[in-house]
């Protein structure tokens, strides 16, 4: 490999890898990085027919969803987090695996051009559905990939029967790029200019940036010193 592609590849793997230990709070949700202690809750979410139909996604085995797990954590090209209930997360005493909700992701999807990359938010709970929490992590993930990641431009593939998804993405100003009638998906696209960057990121107090394995062994503590009581 010409050294100049390996340079570009080691700073691709280091960016990409920026979230293993990042957490980012929201208002209403927590953003940690995706580890095998999620697992037997995401292979459980997956086996719904209706989020194979929505995500595009075929079941796997247990085992086979440790291996996308460790893939997701260790490709160069992804950055994936799980999302959780903020209120649910805030009480110790409430296991991390139960506040679970869905996921999110930023892929790199052309090894020319870094700055671009598909978006993908999954609320897998159905309780969760409709209450904003998409559209909270959706600016929350443009924002730490315009920011951390040096993300320009986003797309988004969803089934053109996801009509609450499509109308999300177009309140972030997204535009149809493309159609495909067989796999059933549009593509939705935006450039971050300086009116986005405006637009969202003008105020960034609305998430908070913290080191995930101090919270989560913060938690961890005190869930065992309620056990001991």
Request: glycine share 4%.
């Amino acid at each position: 490999m010409p050294m100049r592609l390996r340079l570009l590849s080691y700073q691709v793997t280091l960016i990409m890898r920026i979230n293993e230990d990042t957490l980012l709070e929201g208002k209403s949700v927590v953003l940690v990085p995706y580890n095998a202690d999620h697992v037997p809750r995401y292979h459980q979410w997956m086996g719904c027919p209706e989020l194979q139909q929505l995500t595009a996604s075929e079941p796997l085995t247990l085992e086979q969803e440790y291996d996308m797990q460790r893939s997701w954590r260790e490709d160069d090209d992804k950055c994936t987090f799980i999302i959780l209930d903020k209120q649910r997360w805030a009480d110790p005493a409430v296991q991390e695996e139960q506040c679970m909700v869905g996921d999110v992701n930023i892929f790199l999807t052309d090894p020319s051009d870094s700055s671009l990359a598909e978006l993908e938010i999954m609320i897998a709970e159905p309780s969760y559905r409709g209450k904003g929490l998409g559209k909270e992590v959706t600016r929350m993930m443009i924002c730490y990939g315009v920011t951390k990641l040096g993300i320009r431009k986003f797309e988004a593939k969803i089934g053109l029967d996801n009509k609450v998804s499509i109308a999300m993405f177009k309140r972030f100003h997204f535009h149809e790029l493309s159609v495909s009638e067989v796999f059933r998906e549009v593509t939705l696209g935006m450039t971050v200019d300086q009116a986005v960057r405006t637009r969202l990121l003008g105020d960034m107090a609305f998430m908070q940036e913290r080191e995930y394995r101090k919270d989560r062994d913060s938690r961890q503590e005190v869930t065992s010193s309620l056990a001991t009581l």
